[in-house]
């Protein structure tokens, strides 16, 4: 995993979180990051999917987003 790239989300609302693409190995980070079309076994609502990004173990939920459309892979200048 190259540390010097990221992910940028996009939701449908404009909503953007970024994501160290390091974050998604669990040498460096303890939680789960993924890209979700169901909860609890059924698919999302209109209001939180069709997809969402969701980030586990942040103190904050700040990072998932809903709606998601877009997810862009960049690399650090």
Do not use: C, W
Not at 31 to 53: C, I, Q, S, W, Y
């Amino acid at each position: 995993i190259s540390l010097g790239q990221y992910v940028v989300a996009t939701g449908g609302d404009g909503y953007k979180s970024v994501v160290a693409l390091g974050e998604v190995d669990p040498e460096f980070h303890p939680g789960t990051v993924l890209v979700a079309d169901a909860m609890d076994g059924k698919p999302l609502d209109a209001k939180t999917g069709p997809f969402r990004l969701v980030v586990t173990e942040d103190k904050r939920p700040a990072r998932s987003v809903r709606n998601l459309v877009k997810i862009e892979v960049r690399t650090a200048e």
